[in-house]
């Protein structure tokens, strides 16, 4: 029967292509089998609940073979009709071009630039590890679910790949099992022109377990080699299944042409004779398959009704460790939390890195959900959480993940994280190394997720490492990403606040960027709720001359600007915009009555300038930077590109 699926689901995914005239056939085709044998006899889940919280998490890292996961879905008795497959890759549609979590039902995570989503499942199976730790007792486990994802030939090129996969071997993910679609073809050819590394030796080398030369084909021999990798449970495992891509094609079975484009009529016709389905029909689901397909929805209901049960009765045995599930599950702060975070006491100057790191262990006492750490820079970061344990293959009861050199991979990881559910995370490297991220913080905003971004040594005052660590258009080019807060704090006050407000956020990412050199606390003319609408009066003056809108360090800078203007005559209004797309977002009126009407609005930033010109006007300024940094004490270097009280006094005074 699960062969006759597997065909079903073929016949599907051409189909869907060629309605779309766009597409990918060539994996649906190929790993048809693979999928079949995971939805409709290995995995635990429930199509009338796919947000299942002991599911079983499968994620389709080669995104491009969406049709697939389409086809399975539907066939597994998703909220997923045969109007959706029909609409394929259509504008409004619940088939995207690509998965997209929570627009398709039954998607996990989103996923097409490849390696993420592998990274994502590395990600999802680190939280399941360390949820059973927490939640699991003698009597009753109620955290117990696997991993899978398919990835194929792109994802194992990319860089991300090897990232997550030496990390997740180093965790003994013994949870996380990935089937490699090997079919040695890519979109431009055979996989002879660029990839010809021996791929089992390498995740070997990465401490995984390997099956190698299964063929992808041959139901039996996936499923033993899916039940040989849950029998090691120290390791990850990586399946290696040799595939066709396109298999059953009578022409393009085995070439790169079936890898991105429709097969067309005549070529899915004889598709169709080859595997035994009716070729003159479109969509075609049999009796048998309809009935095949009920019959395994009501086992997996049951299945969650079990566990609920279970649930149930642990949740009466343990009604604290219940407290904090349904605290952690649904992102809840405490009451007061605000508050607590606000209140308490950080004597400045202090640099921003520090002051965050003071604040995120309050942050940490006070959400025991929060877990999270760093690139290889926590001391540099101040993100270690000292109170607690680190996340180690012998030891999932922590809080701090040592993530070593590898961004990218952490910050896909972070998002399969925050995906499972049940944890929330922050990670950390320098603000010059956000790039090597970037990706995966694009894709956190995408999916509305709520990681907390650290990053430290946020400009030219970095120093003595020079213009390679030194940020110059990194903020900005952050700002421009969509539902990402940027939150860029002038002193200690402010990054409570910020930490108060990304801890808030729910639908959406956050990031920090902080300073590694000490700024003075700020009084603020009308106290500090104004930072929570993206910007605010420090420091107003009547009949003022000039409105200094700056952030983070240049706050301070402006402060003593002000100072050596007033000595001349001239009075000068603070505002601070920490955040320059909530203060945007708060309206012309707001926006326009924090500014004033003065003779020069000038914008003050040590970075590139293009995004403060929304604030001003055509007699205004700015003092930025737009070009690289230079090696030497921060000071020295601040000081040779201008950004001194005096230097920026002179400017404005040449311009009023």
């Known amino acids: 029967m699960l062969k006759q699926i597997a065909n079903t689901v073929r016949g599907l995914s051409a189909d869907a292509v060629q309605a779309a005239n ?73 088939t995207p071009g690509h998965p997209e979590y929570e627009d398709v039902p039954g998607v996990d995570t989103t996923t097409g630039p490849l390696g993420q989503g592998f990274a994502n499942a590395v990600g999802m199976a680190v939280a399941e590890r360390m949820m059973a730790e927490k939640y699991n007792t003698d009597e009753f486990s109620i955290v117990d679910h696997y991993t899978y994802t398919l990835l194929g030939d792109g994802c194992m090129m990319e860089g991300i790949t090897s990232e997550a996969a030496s990390l997740a071997g180093h965790l003994g993910l013994g949870r996380l099992i990935a089937i490699y679609d090997d079919n040695e073809i890519s979109i431009g050819g055979s996989t002879d022109i660029t990839f010809t590394e021996d791929v089992p030796a390498r995740f070997k080398s990465y401490d995984w377990h390997v099956i190698d030369a299964v063929d992808g084909h041959d139901i039996d021999a996936l499923r033993a080699a899916i039940e040989e990798g849950k029998k090691v449970t120290d390791k990850p495992t990586l399946i290696v299944a040799h595939t066709k891509i396109a298999c059953g094609a009578p022409t393009k079975e085995g070439t790169s042409a079936a890898h991105g484009a429709p097969l067309g009529d005549e070529e899915i016709q004889g598709l169709k004779e080859n595997i035994g389905l009716p070729a003159d029909q479109k969509f075609y689901v049999s009796e048998e398959v309809a009935e095949a397909r009920a019959k395994r929805a009501e086992e997996l209901a049951k299945l969650e009704e079990e566990w609920k049960a279970t649930f149930a009765k642990w949740a009466a045995a343990n009604p604290e460790l219940k407290a904090e599930w349904d605290q952690a599950q649904n992102l809840e702060l405490p009451a007061n939390f605000k508050e607590v975070i606000s209140n308490f006491e950080i004597e400045a100057p202090i640099a921003t890195r520090s002051s965050s790191g003071a604040t995120l262990q309050k942050v940490a006492d006070e959400v025991p959900y929060l877990v999270g750490g760093s690139a290889d820079l926590a001391p540099s970061n101040k993100t270690y959480l000292d109170k607690y344990a680190e996340i180690q293959k012998d030891n999932y009861n922590g809080r701090n993940f040592r993530f070593g050199v590898r961004e990218h991979a952490m910050g896909a990881i972070a998002n399969g994280i925050s995906l499972h559910g049940g944890l929330r995370p922050f990670v950390s ?212 590109f201008g950004f001194t009280a005096e230097d920026v006094a002179e400017k404005i005074l040449a311009k009023l």
């Not at 790993?31 to 079983?56: F, S």
């Not at 389709?60 to 086809?71: E, F, Q, R, V």
């Not at 990194?474 to 990054?495: G, K, M, S, W, Y």
């Open 22 to 94: 766009s597409g990918h056939p060539g994996l649906p085709l190929g790993c048809a089998d693979i999928g079949t044998l995971l939805y409709q006899e290995v995995m635990k889940h429930n199509p009338a609940n796919p947000t299942w919280a002991d599911r079983d998490r499968f994620v389709l890292s080669a995104g491009h073979g969406s049709a697939l996961i389409y086809s399975l879905l539907h066939i597994s008795g998703y909220d997923l009709s045969l109007e959706d497959l029909k609409n394929f890759r259509q504008f409004g549609s619940k």
């Open 429 to 640: 490297t320098f603000h010059v190394f956000s790039d090597y991220l970037r990706p995966a913080i694009r894709m956190a905003a995408l999916m509305k997720q709520p990681v907390v971004y650290v990053f430290t040594h946020d400009s030219i005052y970095v120093g003595e490492d020079g213009p390679t660590h030194q940020p110059i258009e990194h903020t900005e080019a952050l700002r421009l990403i969509p539902n990402l807060q940027v939150f860029r704090p002038a002193d200690e006050e402010e990054v409570k606040a910020a930490w108060v407000a990304a801890m808030e956020k729910t639908d959406g990412p956050t990031v920090l960027v902080l300073t590694r050199q000490n700024l003075p606390h700020l009084d603020k003319v009308g106290g500090i709720e104004g930072f929570y609408k993206g910007g605010y009066v420090v420091k107003d003056a009547d009949n003022a001359d000039v409105t200094l809108i700056a952030c983070g360090s240049e706050v301070s800078l402006a402060v003593e600007t002000a100072e050596l203007l007033a000595k001349e005559g001239k009075e000068a209004k603070i505002v601070s915009v920490p955040e320059r797309s909530n203060f945007a977002a708060s309206g012309t009126e707001y926006v326009e009555e924090v500014l004033g009407d003065t003779e020069l609005r000038v914008a003050m930033e040590v970075g590139v300038a293009q995004g403060w010109y929304q604030f001003l006007r055509p007699q205004d300024m700015t003092i930025s930077m737009e070009t690289f940094g230079a090696s030497g004490p921060g000071e020295q270097v601040a000081k040779h």
